[in-house]
């Protein structure tokens, strides 16, 4: 037996929320509970990605054990400061509420690969993390080129669908790929260690880890797709101009594309499946007279990731470029 209180709740809720919602193998809905000693480790993942925490607590009885994780999260919020103990069923106990779970032998829950030839990253894992979640947007969502369908980390930390890409300094020697799927899952709190193996990123601290497993596969040569030499140049106000395409986009058909017209009448065209119009004017100081179709929901992505007042956008004859201190955005021309 041990006992929990409202202080590890962030921990609980953090690990059991790495478990699989809907999986065919139902062991990894479950967190595992190893109680030994005084302390007790909480292990959860979807096969992709697996979190593990470790609990200093005083344990009266040994115990492995795993249940549902989000019935385990639940029943621990419904209570007060519970113990937990083992009697065939897992008991979650706080004055009168009582919760018995369902628990399966520990032996049958999967265990996550080993890693192969880990390497230790000499960057802090909180700007791996915050180069990897500011480039996700970016990256393909159920692409059948698998290796799309997550985020790079080397050199630079790079996302992409082939229509538009987002790229920032990162600065790590080797190179992996990380699932979309890892990506969302990594909480913003690490600390500690980062590690990249053959087959596994982790993150390790003291009674914490997070490990995931790498995409497999050569990723898109990047570099070659950002331009570098433009025939035109716009500046616009950031707040401005977003207003503008938001407005742009009301009126879009589903793709979301729209008409850029730049000069000394700027404007955007967007018209909808139903002939619907819309024309919004906005300044800018561009050096000529010309138009591209863009997605307007990838250039309002692309915008979001810049913080200064004023947007250089520059263009080639088939994709529109915004390069500022910490990233670079690439959009490919869109049909209208």
């Avoid at 018995?100 to 030839?117: N, R, W």
């Avoid at 000529?288 to 200064?308: C, K, P, R, V």
């Amino acid at each position: 037996m041990f006992t929990l209180t409202k202080e590890h709740a962030n921990i609980i809720k953090q690990v059991c929320n790495s478990a699989a919602n809907r999986h065919a193998n139902q062991s990894f809905e479950c967190v595992l509970i190893e109680a030994s000693e005084n302390a007790v480790t909480l292990t959860a993942g979807d096969g992709v990605v697996q979190v593990q925490r470790t609990i200093s607590t005083e344990v009266t009885s040994n115990f492995s054990v795993a249940v549902n994780a989000q019935k385990f999260n639940q029943a621990f919020n419904s209570c007060g400061n519970p113990s937990v103990t083992l009697k065939d069923q897992l008991i979650v106990k706080s004055g009168r509420r009582i919760f018995k779970l369902h628990a399966i032998d520990a032996d049958v829950y999967p265990v996550f690969p080993e890693s192969v030839g880990d390497k230790k990253l000499g960057i802090d894992p909180l700007t791996i993390i915050d180069s990897i979640k500011s480039v996700s947007f970016s990256a393909a969502k159920n692409d059948v080129r698998y290796m799309l369908n997550g985020v790079y980390i080397g050199k630079h930390a790079v996302g992409t669908n082939g229509h538009r890409l987002c790229c920032v300094e990162l600065g790590i020697e080797s190179s992996a790929i990380l699932s979309i799927e890892a990506v969302n899952k990594i909480p913003d709190d690490i600390k500690g260690d980062a590690f990249l193996s053959e087959n596994v990123f982790s993150i390790i601290d003291d009674g914490y880890s997070f490990k995931c497993k790498l995409i497999q596969g050569k990723y898109v040569s990047y570099e070659r797709a950002i331009p570098s030499k433009f025939n035109h140049a716009v500046t616009v106000n950031r707040d401005d101009f977003i207003d503008a395409v938001k407005a742009a986009k009301i009126n879009a058909p589903d793709t979301g594309n729209v008409l850029f017209s730049f000069g000394p009448e700027s404007k955007i065209t967007s018209r909808s499946s139903k002939n619907e119009d819309a024309s919004i004017g906005f300044d800018c100081d561009a050096d000529g007279e010309f138009e591209m179709g863009l997605n307007s929901s990838y250039l309002l992505d692309a915008l979001n990731t810049i913080q200064s007042d004023s947007v250089l956008i520059q263009f080639t004859d088939s994709q529109a470029c915004i390069i500022n201190d910490t990233s670079v955005n690439v959009i490919s021309m869109a049909k209208f």
